[in-house]
């Protein structure tokens, strides 16, 4: 009795791990659109700003073929991504990875534009103050002597 309840036992566990591998192995091949969601994240390293989901070349079409097949493999998308970043460097990445350097991507647009808003800030102040608080122009240019001044003003009489 306890050899076949270890037999039982026994073939129950090496049905177990017979269908775990048989769940781990999904036959169905990728669709299009698996392909293409991750295609639509790079850029063709031949073309140039055309993401890889709709670029018409051969060699396009080739590595999308190559992504069906590592998704077909088990590869994540991640690990897909990092094969083309090794391959052909962060150039083929849509959005450009957040470290190192990358990172003044999305910081400097932010900074300019919050600098430009102070400025643009600052100018509105400027021209909304109030006339009077600016100093007043005087007709009469200073420094300048009431002799002088008084022969001017006789000339200009003299010739009107």
């Known amino acids: 009795m306890k050899k076949k309840l270890a037999v039982l036992i026994l ?5 177990l791990v017979w269908v775990g591998s048989a769940n781990a192995q999904d036959t169905t091949p990728p669709t299009d659109d698996e392909v293409n969601a991750i295609a639509k994240q790079l850029f063709c390293p ?3 700003n055309t993401p890889l989901d709709v670029c018409p070349t051969e060699a396009c079409k080739q590595w ?3 992504i069906r097949l590592k998704l077909s493999e088990g590869w994540t998308e ?3 991504k990092q094969y083309f970043v090794d391959q052909y460097g ?3 990445l ?3 990875p957040r470290q190192g350097w990358y990172w003044l991507i999305y910081i400097v647009p932010v900074a300019l534009l919050l600098v430009g808003l102070y400025i643009l800030f600052r100018a509105y102040q400027t021209m909304r103050a109030p006339l009077a608080e600016q100093p007043a ?3 009469a240019p200073t420094g300048l ?3 002088y001044l008084r022969r001017i003003e006789e000339e200009l009489k003299k010739r009107n």
């Open 90 to 92: 962060a150039r083929v």
């Open 137 to 139: 122009e005087t007709h």
């Open 94 to 96: 849509a959005e450009p």
């Open 46 to 48: 031949v073309c140039e």
């Open 78 to 80: 991640e690990q897909i």
């Open 64 to 66: 999308r073929d190559l």
């Open 145 to 147: 002597p009431d002799e």
């Open 11 to 15: 073939l129950l566990i090496a049905s």
